[in-house]
Antibody, heavy 120, light 112 residues
């Protein structure tokens, strides 16, 4: 059974760095074809793709946010960590992680999401 | 501004058929990349509804169907039910500098 769960702070201050952890089970990121993506959704707005890390440890970032995003993994703990620097109130959103098949495959499994509010 | 364009809203009465369009460009849908559709019920995470343009995951009713042609894709829902009221998003891969994945702006389906 595949599950994903996001964890991290619910509130961060402007200019701070956000660190979110995606803890997953039911698959291994070292298995060929497995990828994990981060996707966010501001309140009342559309989904926005942020980043993807694949089975070869290759990382891909949204071009509009790539200077602020970093992905890392802890394969032994089945975790993918997203770091976003210089947080701004417009970054207030629910952040989801999801399992992807390859790069082109759909997000078949999603975490429940974690709401991050950026406010002083 | 989303890379894939969807109508903000559609509506239909119970039992009717509705379609939701998703228009892209030559760097995503038109380049031959698959389109996937997600359903998001209020307050919940998105759920995969259609993958690979027209395939339904196990458990998704056959009232939902997808198609793709040229630079566009469509989601059709027949026999509308009250429980279908949700937001629907299309998603594809993009080979331009915008990034790997792109989403549509979402369509709110209202069952009248």
């Amino acid at each position: 059974q595949v599950t994903l769960r996001e964890s991290g702070p619910a509130l961060v201050k402007p200019t701070q760095t956000l660190t979110l952890t995606c803890t997953f089970s039911g698959f291994s990121l070292s298995t060929s074809g497995m990828s994990v993506s981060w996707i966010r959704q501001p309140p009342g707005k559309a989904l926005e793709w942020l980043a993807l890390i694949d089975w070869d440890d290759d990382r891909y970032y949204s071009s509009s946010l790539k200077t602020r995003l970093t992905l890392s993994t802890d394969i032994s703990k089945n975790q993918v960590v997203l770091t976003m620097t210089n947080m701004d109130p417009v970054d207030t959103a629910t952040y989801y992680c999801a399992r992807i098949q390859g790069h082109y495959g759909p997000a078949s499994y999603w975490g429940q999401g974690t709401l991050v509010t950026v406010s002083s | 501004q989303s890379v894939l364009t969807q109508p903000p809203s559609v509506s239909g009465a119970p039992g009717q058929r509705v379609t939701i369009s998703c228009t892209g460009s030559s760097s995503n849908i038109g380049a031959g990349y698959d389109v996937h559709w997600y359903q998001q019920l209020p307050g919940t995470a998105p759920k995969l509804l259609i993958y690979g343009n027209s395939n339904r995951p196990s458990g998704v009713p056959d009232r939902f169907s997808g198609s793709k042609s040229g630079t566009s894709a469509s989601l059709a829902i027949t026999g509308l039910q009250a429980e279908d009221e949700a937001d629907y998003y299309c998603q594809s891969y993009d080979s331009s500098l915008t990034g790997l994945w792109v989403f549509g702006g979402g369509t709110k389906l209202t069952v009248l």
